[in-house]
Every structure is written in C-alpha cells, then in structure tokens.
C-alpha cells in the first residue's frame, strides 16, 4: 500500500445560502441559482480544437460549446506549466502568491478558494479527475483524484481518501465519476463540478476504439517544424523539448514491441562509467520503465488490440531510423506525435458530448455555467517542439470557452486579455457572491454579458512569470509582460537576456527585435508597463533572489 496520508478527506462547510443577482435569468423572490461546471484539460492547445481554426482535428462537442456561447481569443495563463495553473485557477492569484510556483511544491490547501466560497453559499461541489496540487482537495463534498499526473489505463485514485484502482480509460471514467455524482446530488441545491481531465497530457495513449484512426493521415506541420533558432536567446536554443532530439522513442512513440516489454529493466547506478553516458542509459531506460509500467495496466485484450495498432509504426521505425537524416527525422516523428495526441482529443471530445447529453437529459444544461479551458497551452511542433513552459504564444496562450445560455450570446467571441487567475472571481461573481478584494483576476461577468465587448477599464497587458528551472526541459526562468500587439520577456537566472516580439509583423515569434533601433520607444513602454503590473500584483522580486526550487517535481 502507497503512503497516501497527505490525502486526508477534505474539508466540508455548512451552506450559508445567499440570494443570487438578476444574472441567473429568473424573476422569483428566490431564483434557481446556476450551476458551475469547469472543464478542463491537460496541455489541450487551441491548435487541436476545430471551433479555433485548427485543421488537425475535430472537436465537434467543443464546437458545440463555441456555437452556443463565447469563445476568448486571447486568454493567458500567468505560468505555463500544470500545478501552478490549477493553483491560480482555484484561487484567483498569481504564483507568487498563492505559493505554489512549481510542480515541486505543495498547495496550501488552509487558504482561500473558489470552491470554498461556493460551498459556504449553499453549492454542492465536487473535484473529479487530475489535481496535481500535492495535499488533499479541500471544500468539496466529494473529491476523485488522479495520483499525481494519473495513468492512461486502470488508473489509481484517491476517493474522498480511499485508494482505489478503476478499470478501462482514464478519461471515460473521469466522465462516469462527474455523472455519477449529478445522479447522486441533492437536486434542491446547486452544484459546483471540478471536471479535470489527465488527456490529452504527454505520453498520450489514446482509447482503444481510437487506437490507429490517424494512421492514414499526414497532418499539416507547423510553418516553423524545422527551426534552428536563430533571431532568438540561449533559452529558445539550450531548451530540451526539441521533437528530434528530446522525443523519447520507447515513452513518446510507444516503437517497443511486445517482445521489448516483457523484457527487465533497471536505471544503472555504477559509479565506474562515464557520467554523461550513465545519464543517457539511464534517460533511455527511464522512458523504457516509464511506458512498460503504463503498458502493465492494460488488460490482455487491451495489449493484444495495442500491440496489433502499433506494430506498423514500430515495423517501419526499424526499417528506416539508420537512414533518416536530422530533419526527416523530426518530420517523421511529428507525423507520430500528431497521430497519437489527436486520437486522444477525440476520447477528450467525445466525453464532454457525453456529459453535455446527460445534462441535457436531466433539464440543467442551461442552467450550467459551462467553462472548457486547459492548464496551458501546447507546442505541437511549433519551434521544433513538443510541451510547454515558455512564455511564447502557443503554450501561453489557453483555450476559453462558456457556455451559458441565459446569460452569454450564442457563437460570440471576445478579443479581450482574459487570464486564468479571471476564472475564480467570475464563478464567485457569477453565483451572486461578492468577489473578495484579495483575487487578483478580474470576473469576465462583464465581457460574458456583453456579447465580449472589451471593458474600457480593462487591462491591456497580462503578466507571466515561470520558475520551474532547473527542471525537466530546461526552459529558464523568465517574465515578461503580453499586449494586444507586443511581447516582452526577461530570460533570468543563469541568463540576462531580453526579447521584444511584434505579434503583428511576427506572430510566430521568429524575430527578437528587442536591440533594434526601431522599437525603442516601443521597448521602453513595455518597460514601464511590465513594471507597473509588477508593482500591481506584488512580484516586486521578479529575479527572485530569496527563491529556491526544489528539485523532485514530477513533471513528465
């Protein structure tokens, strides 16, 4: 039995029921206040979703959700990487405040967050699926979390602090968790569901009736695929997230064959070899554990029908990897890559149709404030690269979708700089409750009802601020601030590098012009506004000389 006690059941609040503003559409002394339901996924980039233009795959039910609601072009997260995400999320503050600033830390789940306010207002709430905060959820009547990033098959959870081990795919038993839950809820109360999906996050193992729908497929590659960064800093070329390079055959590609899984394996701790290359077998054979242990979960039948899908992949790897040169090999790769996370969009997609039906079904789909977001955004071969973790536009930058019919105008779009740390003050705002002057977002109530109009008193940057180095692909420290036309970075920390991108002339961020003559006074407006967000939301040590990392974060 693993040691599970951090993950005590959380704590639960006596309802406090308050009235609720006009908002919910009803002209009762006591209307029905609307549910919350938050979905969100893991690494899902607005590049992989049909409703943003994407030409890689199609998201049908997310479309659905795009057609019926508001779709935000331009929302940001304050920190491009998992854990630090969900923390602003819950609690409407940047890192550096709510304290968990890399995956590595523990949530301090004693403070003030979002669930927490709804339940004292009376809501039932739930936390189903990916956590990733290290301590136990707090402020839900019932909570099912994943262990850490979770596992694709038979994966292990921890159930209002019971260990338990559920059979089949991760994500369609994340989606009968959140059903069950409505089925079994008081119906005389409203409730608030944490929907929180491990797809489509790396190794990216698809379902087994997805297994294989992409292999006759060539997808598009990225303008950039094959980069070789110049006009970019040391941290755009020492990073290690490069397809070719950093994609792990074995753990990435899955181009092991039954007969290699069956094998043993074990990380050499000898201290006669040569460092680099005890590094570099032990790299090999951690994503060889890696995937033979997510393998292990499978049922017979289900290794049978996996092993049957990827052997041509595996056949043709053998075949041709003696022959590749550098940059066929990123373009081989990539096509792998893309055909393994988009069959794991669709089990995403298919099962937020799934939970929309049963919605339907019991007359609460349009009393649901209905929010589809990601932790971040994706590289999906932009730059050469695969994860996320920088400042640059494609993880930077999240999906946001809401759907709420009483409220939002139907297939409306809003331009307006929307962050994650919004999402908590909106779900207090929008249940009627009075936003605490502490949340640093700012509620999206405003644009959501006015068919996403952009405030006059809106901001017009977003700030961003990544600590999680040294650590896995090496992606340095950095902040910066994000305008509607313009981008500034400060890479710190075993660097002192600045970089200045025009988002309009340069949308794929090709080109650091942050030393050309031309932009100096564009340079210097960045300066102060970057400064003045810093003073507002109270990173006044940016280049952190009293932080320290800590090392150990599970970050694959």
């Keep these: 039995m693993r040691n599970f006690s951090y993950l005590t059941q959380g704590a639960r609040y006596a309802a406090v029921p308050l009235s609720l503003a006009a908002l919910a559409g009803c002209s009762d002394a006591q209307p029905k206040r609307p549910n919350i339901l938050v979905m969100m996924t893991d690494d899902h980039t607005a590049q992989a979703m049909s409703c943003y233009g994407s030409l890689l795959v199609e998201t049908p039910n997310l479309d659905r959700l795009a057609r019926e609601g508001m779709l935000f072009e331009s929302c940001y997260v304050s920190n491009a990487i998992s854990g630090p995400s969900r923390a602003c999320i819950l ?65 292990l959870f921890i159930e209002n602090g019971a260990e338990i081990t559920c059979p089949g795919y991760v994500t369609d038993i994340i989606t009968d968790k959140a059903i069950d839950f409505l089925k079994h809820r008081d119906p005389a109360k409203p409730f608030a569901m944490l929907y929180y999906h491990k797809a489509p996050h790396r190794n990216w193992m698809p379902a087994q009736r997805h297994l294989g729908i992409n292999d006759d497929r060539v ?59 005890v590094k570099r077998a032990n790299d090999w054979r951690s994503s060889v554990m890696q995937y033979q242990a997510a393998y292990n979960r499978m049922t017979e039948a289900e290794k049978a029908r996996w092993n049957e899908a990827y052997a041509p992949r595996i056949a043709e790897w053998r075949r041709i990897r003696e022959t590749l040169s550098p940059e066929e090999l990123v373009r081989w790769k990539y096509q792998q890559y893309m055909k393994d996370y988009c069959a794991v969009i669709k089990g995403v997609d298919e099962n937020v149709g799934r939970l929309m039906a049963y919605l339907e079904k019991i007359g609460e789909l349009d009393n649901t404030i209905i929010v589809y977001t990601s932790d971040q955004g994706f590289f999906l071969g932009e730059h050469g690269w695969f994860d996320k973790r920088f400042m640059y536009e494609e993880c930077q930058r999240t999906p946001l979708l809401v759907r709420y019919p009483k409220a939002v105008e139907a297939g409306s779009r809003s331009a307006a700089l929307a962050m994650n740390i919004d999402l908590a003050p909106t779900f207090v705002d929008m249940a009627g409750l009075e936003v605490p002057a502490d949340m640093q977002g700012r509620s999206l109530r405003g644009v959501l009802t006015s068919g996403g109009k952009t405030p006059a008193d809106w901001r017009t940057g977003v700030y961003y601020h990544y600590y999680e180095y040294p650590s896995w692909h090496s992606v340095k420290r950095h902040y910066g601030v994000r305008t509607a ?8 920390n075993d660097v002192d590098e600045w970089e200045l991108y025009d988002l309009k002339k340069d949308p794929h961020e090709m080109q650091n012009v942050y030393n050309d003559p031309g932009y100096t006074e564009v340079r210097a407006d960045l300066h102060r506004q970057l400064e003045a967000l810093q003073q507002e939301c109270g990173d006044t040590d940016p280049d952190e000389k009293e932080y320290e990392f800590f090392r150990g974060a599970q970050n694959l």
């Design 91 to 155: 609690t409407g503050k940047y890192s550096h405040v709510n304290g968990f600033t890399d995956n590595s830390r523990t949530f301090d789940g004693d403070q003030q967050t979002f669930p927490k306010l709804l339940h004292e207002a009376g809501y039932q709430t739930a936390m189903i699926g990916k956590w990733h905060l290290n301590s136990a959820p707090q402020g839900f009547d019932f909570w099912s979390i994943l262990v850490g990033q979770g596992e694709y098959y038979s994966p």
């Design 219 to 277: 997808f598009p590659e990225p303008y950039n695929l094959v980069d070789d960064y110049a006009g970019r800093g040391t941290a755009a070329r020492e990073q290690a997230m490069e397809i070719g390079r950093d994609m792990w055959p074995e753990w990435d590609l899955k181009l092991m064959g039954p007969e290699e899984l069956e094998q043993s394996y074990a990380l050499d701790d000898s201290g006669d070899a040569n460092k680099d290359d």
């Design 485 to 492: 036309d313009y981008k500034l970075i400060h890479f710190y």
